[in-house]
């Protein structure tokens, strides 16, 4: 998060660009905020204009999108629209003085990610990433033990990814998510767990990643991801796989000398010190959508912040995600 930026009236005026599965829900949920206004909605799409505003009638909407982030009536603006029109609309706002919550992933090439952060650098202006394993309970515990030494040395990581079918069910509406341009498990979902290992054991680095595609396939998404990455000494693997007739799996492992942790499928958390894996009860806000609002909001009164990543988080986590794409060794 950068520095601050002046909030008006009774709520910060939001805007929401991009109606999707992500836009739709943040939509829902900042409407009730107690700390936002939102001031309007957007998406190029007519039909999902029409469906917001059924659910919404009360609200003010918008197809022009560059127009809306760079309006004046616009104190933060939450983009989450495809990731290729991230840097342009990102872009516009800053420079328009508006604070940015962006969906991931941040970009689709380091190119657009060099240039997001380079505007955002300097500005004063608030600028997020929506990262859903920012703030769960589940991360702020492990982060806790990591810093009490409760881990003892840890010596690996393991990523583990499985998708019945890709997109998933509740994004088949995103074309693009089944496109090799934009889309991808290792884009949309891995990146929250290249996040996750960043933040609490530092910036990665690639020695091997490969993506598997179907034979003759030329357009498509990847359907299996390998890698091998270090943070520092710690080696960190990662597997992926899409269709195998499993139920979907999202698994991050962090292994230490002293106690080792499991997160699984967004929410659970197990231990272990040596012997079975043991479910760990959760206290506190599990970590949603509104609870990272209300931590962006805190980021615009000048507040320190625990559990929101920011444009140079999200720069790092994209300087890996692509190395998949490219095969380049990520330093």
């Not at 909030?7 to 949920?29: H, P, T, W």
């Not at 505003?53 to 009360?58: G, W």
């Not at 982030?69 to 342009?88: F, G, L, Q």
């Not at 516009?92 to 962006?102: K, N, P």
Request: negative net charge; hydrophobic residues 45%; charged residues 25%.
């Amino acid at each position: 998060m950068s520095t601050t930026n002046p909030v008006r009236g009774d709520g910060i005026r939001l805007a929401i660009v991009g109606l999707g599965a992500m836009g739709s829900e943040m939509l829902k949920v900042a409407v009730g905020h107690p700390e936002f206004d939102v001031v309007v909605a957007a998406d190029i799409s007519q039909a999902a204009v029409d469906a917001a505003r059924t659910r919404h009638p009360e609200l003010s909407f918008s197809r022009e999108a560059e127009q809306v982030v760079t309006s004046t009536d616009v104190d933060a603006v939450y983009i989450a629209t495809p990731p290729d029109t991230h840097a342009a609309l990102v872009i516009r706002a800053l420079r328009a003085g508006t604070a940015v919550f962006c969906e991931k992933p941040f970009a689709i090439s380091l190119e657009d990610s060099e240039r997001m952060l380079a505007a955002s650098s300097g500005t004063g202006m608030v600028t997020a990433v929506n990262f859903a394993l920012s703030d769960r309970n589940a991360v702020l515990l492990i982060e806790d033990a990591l810093t009490a030494g409760a881990v003892g040395t840890v010596v690996g990581v393991d990523v583990r990814l499985s998708f019945p079918r890709w997109p998933r069910e509740f994004q088949v509406g995103a074309k693009w998510l089944s496109g090799r341009r934009q889309g991808g498990f290792v884009r949309e979902v891995f990146s929250h767990f290249a996040y996750l290992t960043d933040r609490l054991l530092g910036p990665l680095q690639v020695a091997d990643a490969r993506l598997g595609f179907a034979v003759g396939e030329t357009e498509g998404a990847e359907r299996t991801a390998h890698a091998l990455l270090r943070a520092g000494d710690v080696p960190v693997n990662v597997s992926g796989v899409v269709g195998a007739a499993a139920p979907e799996l999202c698994e991050w492992t962090l292994l230490g000398t002293k106690r080792s942790y499991r997160f699984r499928n967004w929410g659970e958390l197990e231990v272990t010190e040596g012997n079975d894996w043991m479910s760990v009860e959760l206290d506190g806000e599990r970590g949603s959508e509104a609870t990272r609002l209300s931590r962006f909001a805190a980021a615009m009164r000048g507040e320190d912040v625990r559990g929101l990543a920011d444009f140079a988080a999200a720069f790092r986590v994209q300087q890996v995600v692509e190395a998949f794409h490219v095969g380049q060794e990520v330093s």
